[in-house]
Nanobody, 123 residues
Framework: VQLQASGGGLVQAGGSLTISCAST????????MGWFRQAPGKVRDWIAA????????YYSDSVKGRFTISRDNVQNTVYLQMKNLKPEDTAVYYC?????????????????WGQGTLVTVSS
């Protein structure tokens, strides 16, 4: 599956932004999906995941209560709605697809990656 992330940009602290990740092909609904982010000078971290059917969502402590992951298996797209953004949320955000979701926080679980979209939060 090929993934294309989009929707990043500059937003003020306290603001909101929704980024999306579109998939080509017909197998999107067979993949669990995750979002990761990499802040400047830091490693890439997992922040959210959603199961194939969208019934279960998982979040890191750093974004829980502020970010919402969702998916549309007709449009073959996964979304990340971000609210109450903070300067420390500034990062390149990556979407990724996984056949299995046993270890959804691990990058090695994911077999396909989007190219990343930059989100910058100004103070």
């Amino acid at each position: 599956v090929q993934l294309q992330a989009s929707g990043g940009g500059l937003v003020q602290a306290g603001g909101s932004l929704t980024i999306s990740c579109a998939s080509t092909g017909r197998t999107f609904s067979t993949y669990g999906m995750g979002w990761f982010r990499q802040a400047p000078g830091k490693v890439r971290d997992w922040i959210a995941a959603i199961t194939r059917d969208g019934d279960s969502e998982y979040y890191s402590d750093s974004v829980k209560g502020r970010f919402t992951i969702s998916r549309d298996n007709v449009q073959n797209t996964v979304y990340l709605q971000m609210k109450n953004l903070k300067p420390e949320d500034t990062a390149v955000y990556y979407c990724a697809a996984a056949r299995r979701m046993d270890y959804y926080t691990f990058q090695s679980e994911y077999t396909s990656w989007g190219q990343g979209t930059l989100v910058t939060v100004s103070s």
